[in-house]
């Protein structure tokens, strides 16, 4: 099983910082790869509860293209620190083996990006590894314009696959129940 | 620093599986991907069992992609195992920022394709759980044409990219100077201005 964190800006601004990583997931292309602690700690950020609000009309694949497409979508509530998020599981078999992954995908408009930031600086009981991470990475959130982060498990196996339902599952330890809500896509090619 | 490792066919034949995998790297779209056990045993056993024959000219980067847009360049004229690879390094250092990947890549016709197959069925020369992934993954290497296995280490930070540094002696395609050996002076960090030992906290 493999499992990797992915992030990309929905609107950078010109001084978003150039990244050389060329990594495309699901045909969307990633700027940065995030240590798994750093991963995990943005998914825990983005709670429905205190800054952030939920935009449930967002929380599905379809409302991501739309985010893709037209970041803008997030403007009517720019005020607010809004975020969406889904979870989408696509599997196929070949001679019984499951071949698939599980993509769970995280959004904010640019003031959620911004209160993360700020709440970093402000010092939120966070680990000091991933606080010093995301200070060193401060122009990706500053001038992303919003943000878009991958959490992927990929698997080529049975016992794979029992591994990434578990880890995406853990993902989730400490967020909110039913935060993310499934989407899932089963294909045989048998 | 993450690591990917992915698995693809150089000209699928029928009876290729069909993945909805839609991982590129580099441009570069993948099918399945490799638990880095898997990928390394290939790239060893391509490189020093002495049953693969490597193609020198089309190890580099255009040499890549000519096999990529014509499979059959690879085959040799015996129709013997032949195999091809190399390495590309992206990094962008300059302020407080390090970002970048090494990017292995290693290409095989399709009589080597066949040959890491009967390698694995015979036993003896990979690990058990190694043959038994590739037995089970036979579709793959059967109907393949050839495979393309590429292996990716991304860093985004300094201690990442000293990661990825224990790492390119070990696995370098190409004898030439270790391409990260340099690195930079760490610039003043989070850790540094609280005097935190980040390794320390939890």
């Known amino acids: 099983m493999i499992r990797f964190h992915l992030f990309r800006a929905l609107n950078p601004t010109e001084r978003y910082p150039v990244s050389p990583i060329d990594l495309s997931f699901s045909g969307v292309r990633y700027d940065l790869t995030l240590p798994p602690r750093v991963g995990i700690a943005f998914a825990r950020l983005l709670s429905p509860e205190g800054y952030f609000r939920r935009l449930d009309n967002y929380c599905h694949p379809n409302g991501f293209e739309i985010l893709r497409t037209i970041p803008y979508s997030f403007q009517p509530e720019r005020t607010f620190a809004g975020y969406a998020e889904s979870e989408s599981h696509v599997e196929s078999t070949e001679q019984g083996v499951p071949v698939g992954y599980i993509l769970q995908q995280v959004a904010t408009n640019a003031e959620a990006a911004k209160q993360i930031l700020l709440s970093i600086i402000q010092g939120p009981s966070l680990p000091f590894d991933v606080v010093d991470w995301l200070f060193g990475h401060a122009p990706f959130i500053d001038y992303c314009g919003g943000f878009e982060i991958a959490h992927i498990c990929c698997y080529s196996s049975a016992e794979e696959r029992e591994t990434a339902l578990d880890a995406a599952a853990g993902a989730l330890d400490d967020a909110e129940p039913n935060l993310y809500h499934p989407h899932v896509t089963h294909l045989s090619t048998n | ?202």
């Open chain 2, 1 to 202: 620093m993450i690591r990917y490792d992915a698995f693809r066919a150089l000209k699928s034949d029928v009876g290729y599986p069909l993945t909805l995998f839609n991982v590129s790297l580099s441009e570069v779209k993948f099918d399945l991907p490799l638990p880095p056990p898997i990928c390394d045993a290939i790239m060893d056993v391509l490189s020093r069992s002495g049953n693969f024959e490597r193609v020198d000219k089309f190890c580099t980067l255009p040499g890549m992609s000519k096999i990529r847009s014509e499979p059959k360049v690879l085959q040799t004229a015996n129709l013997s195992p032949a195999y091809a690879g190399c390495d590309v390094l992206e990094d962008i250092t300059g302020d407080d920022l390090v970002i970048g990947y090494v990017h292995y890549m290693v290409a095989v016709n399709e009589s080597a394709a066949r040959e890491v197959l009967r390698l694995a069925i015979e036993g003896g020369t990979f690990q058990k759980e190694v043959d038994v992934w590739i037995i089970n993954h036979t579709a793959y290497f059967s109907y393949c044409g050839g495979f393309e296995i590429a292996r990716m280490f991304c860093y985004s930070d300094v201690d990442e990219k000293a990661n990825v540094n224990g790492f390119i002696d070990r696995f370098a395609f190409n004898e030439k100077p270790n391409p990260l050996a340099d690195i930079p002076g760490r610039k003043l960090r989070f850790r540094d201005m609280v005097n935190v030992d980040a390794k320390g906290a939890s």
